[in-house]
């Protein structure tokens, strides 16, 4: 009897399986189960520069970086290096150490909005601390964020269902109270005039400055700069979620590439280096508000982290290098022309190197736009992509990124696979 050839994902599919009767869904963050494109995840066994293997021994070209964070490349041997050198020293102390004080000195030195940080051990972790500062700063409650705009899975900010017309917001998940959103007011995102309307009165509103949660969606000309105006004119803090932008667009993330001065600031992900880390920080005044300086409770058992902050020195680091953001542009910009010249039915939005292609024929500038598209052709194409030795994100509302690692042969591997894929795709 002929022996069937077994799947080039068998090991993967075995893991699976063994997964799912150990992790909810097999995974430990949900995007990861790849349902969003109509099939099982691959499991991962290293990266290196541009690639990652699965636990097959199959090479992807990556374009999901870890959600962003690899934008040096995996396994970046200078970030190797120093946490090598950093772990015989131990893993956590809970106490202060000079390379957290070394960390800060070089956020607060790339972003001149922030005069003091607070280190946390995630993005979400970071963002309730700063909704919860800017409510005790401002004395008020109520919390403006944009729909389809991602924060974590924060409580207050798991609302974006409703209409355009919704301003209260309404939990998008079960175990989230009411009362938890109750504070929570939806806005379209670029909207202007209905963000102006919504801060009144409200202690904050925190925005993507390019959103990358519903698929890269950058901002109108004028956007940040009146929302800027409205917090100015209402006394509501201006709360940039750069966990995505901040040192990706550039090395003071969105707000140096808009010229627009955030009161807060979020940071996470490319900070991390890839291990795990959140920050937020701001003017002192507003900072001061913070335990132990002031009433506002925030703490965290692995906060500024030894290894998690050596690893994001390092980035932090070689990202100093002359050409880095260039290089970074020039890499989105090719990674813009390679699916452009595809020809796949897509509308690219791009900020340096952060991109997605949106499977629809209409300008995307907010969430109802992004949400309007081709997702099962989006799914087909990934599919593709996947058996073909590229790795995209499993879901159209995601962005790709480029890192510096990426070479001509990677976009060659991508060119080739597309080409294979939307042929595949009847697209
Ligand atoms: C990823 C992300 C977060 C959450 O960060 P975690 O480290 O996953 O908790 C918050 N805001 C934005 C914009 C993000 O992209």
Same mark, same amino acid.
């Given at each position: 009897?002929?022996?069937?050839?077994?799947?080039?994902?068998?090991?993967?599919?075995?893991?699976?399986?063994?997964?799912?009767?150990v992790?909810?869904?097999?995974?430990?963050?949900?995007?990861?189960?790849?349902?969003?494109?109509?099939?099982?995840?691959?499991?991962?066994?290293?990266?290196?520069?541009?690639?990652?293997?699965?636990?097959?021994?199959?090479?992807?070209?990556?374009?999901?970086?870890?959600?962003?964070?690899?934008?040096?490349?995996?396994?970046?041997?200078?970030?190797?290096?120093?946490?090598?050198?950093?772990?015989p020293?131990?893993?956590?102390?809970?106490?202060?150490?000079?390379?957290?004080?070394?960390?800060?000195?070089?956020?607060?030195?790339?972003?001149?909005?922030?005069?003091?940080?607070r280190?946390?051990?995630?993005?979400?972790? =970071?963002?309730? #601390? !700063?909704?919860? +500062?800017?409510?005790?700063?401002?004395?008020?409650?109520?919390?403006? $964020?944009?729909? %389809? *705009?991602?924060?974590?899975?924060?409580?207050?900010?798991?609302?974006?269902?409703?209409?355009?017309?919704?301003?209260?917001?309404?939990?998008?998940?079960?175990?989230?109270?009411?009362?938890?959103?109750?504070?929570?007011?939806?806005?379209?995102?670029?909207?202007?005039?209905?963000?102006?309307?919504a801060?009144?009165g409200?202690?904050?509103?925190?925005?993507?400055?390019?959103?990358?949660?519903?698929?890269?969606?950058?901002?109108?000309?004028?956007?940040?700069?009146?929302?800027?105006?409205?917090?100015?004119?209402?006394?509501?803090?201006?709360?940039?979620?750069?966990?995505?932008?901040?040192?990706?667009? =550039?090395?003071? #993330? !969105?707000?140096? +590439?808009?010229?627009?001065?955030?009161?807060?600031?979020?940071?996470? $992900?490319?900070? %991390? *280096?890839?291990?795990?880390?959140?920050?937020?920080?701001?003017?002192?005044?507003?900072?001061?508000?913070?335990?132990?300086?002031g009433?506002?409770?925030?703490?965290?058992?692995?906060?500024?982290?030894?290894?998690?902050?050596?690893?994001?020195?390092?980035?932090?680091?070689?990202?100093?290098?002359?050409?880095?953001?260039?290089?970074?542009?020039e890499?989105?910009?090719?990674?813009?022309?390679?699916?452009?010249?595809?020809?796949?039915?897509?509308?690219?939005?791009r900020?340096?190197?952060?991109l997605?292609?949106?499977?629809?024929?209409?300008?995307?500038?907010?969430?109802?736009?992004?949400?309007?598209?081709?997702?099962?052709?989006?799914?087909?194409?990934?599919?593709g992509?996947?058996?073909?030795?590229?790795?995209?994100?499993?879901?159209?509302?995601?962005?790709?990124?480029?890192s510096?690692?990426?070479?001509?042969?990677?976009?060659?591997?991508?060119?080739?696979?597309l080409?294979?894929?939307?042929?595949?795709?009847?697209?």
């Amino acid at each position: 009897m002929p022996v069937e050839p077994s799947p080039p994902d068998a090991r993967s599919r075995e893991l699976f399986a063994r997964a799912r009767q150990v992790l909810v869904g097999g995974v430990n963050s949900p995007v990861r189960a790849m349902r969003g494109i109509g099939r099982d995840p691959l499991f991962i066994d290293r990266a290196e520069g541009a690639h990652v293997w699965d636990a097959d021994g199959t090479r992807y070209v990556d374009f999901l970086a870890s959600w962003g964070p690899a934008i040096t490349g995996h396994a970046d041997p200078l970030v190797i290096g120093d946490v090598r050198d950093a772990l015989p020293r131990g893993t956590s102390y809970g106490a202060p150490t000079e390379r957290e004080v070394l960390f800060a000195e070089a956020v607060v030195e790339a972003f001149p909005s922030i005069e003091r940080l607070r280190m946390t051990s995630s993005g979400s972790e =970071a963002v309730m #601390g !700063a909704v919860r +500062l800017a409510r005790a700063a401002t004395g008020r409650e109520a919390i403006v $964020k944009a729909e %389809g *705009g991602y924060h974590g899975a924060v409580d207050g900010l798991l609302a974006q269902a409703g209409s355009g017309a919704t301003t209260l917001g309404v939990p998008t998940s079960p175990g989230v109270t009411a009362g938890a959103t109750a504070a929570t007011r939806l806005v379209p995102y670029n909207d202007l005039a209905a963000a102006e309307a919504a801060i009144e009165g409200a202690a904050a509103i925190i925005i993507e400055p390019i959103a990358g949660n519903m698929g890269v969606v950058p901002p109108a000309p004028g956007y940040l700069e009146g929302l800027r105006a409205a917090c100015d004119r209402t006394g509501a803090l201006l709360i940039l979620d750069e966990v995505i932008t901040g040192f990706r667009v =550039a090395r003071g #993330g !969105a707000q140096e +590439l808009f010229g627009v001065r955030a009161d807060l600031t979020v940071l996470g $992900k490319i900070i %991390g *280096g890839g291990l795990p880390v959140g920050a937020f920080g701001g003017r002192a005044e507003v900072m001061s508000e913070l335990a132990p300086d002031g009433p506002c409770y925030q703490a965290g058992t692995l906060s500024g982290n030894p290894l998690a902050t050596t690893a994001g020195l390092a980035v932090m680091c070689r990202l100093a290098a002359p050409g880095t953001y260039e290089r970074l542009e020039e890499g989105g910009a090719r990674l813009e022309q390679v699916i452009r010249d595809s020809g796949a039915p897509v509308t690219i939005n791009r900020v340096g190197s952060m991109l997605t292609p949106f499977l629809t024929d209409r300008p995307v500038t907010d969430y109802a736009g992004a949400t309007a598209c081709d997702t099962a052709l989006y799914a087909a194409i990934a599919r593709g992509l996947l058996a073909r030795g590229v790795y995209p994100p499993p879901s159209q509302f995601e962005a790709w990124f480029v890192s510096t690692a990426h070479r001509d042969d990677d976009f060659s591997v991508l060119t080739t696979a597309l080409a294979g894929a939307l042929d595949e795709a009847g697209a």
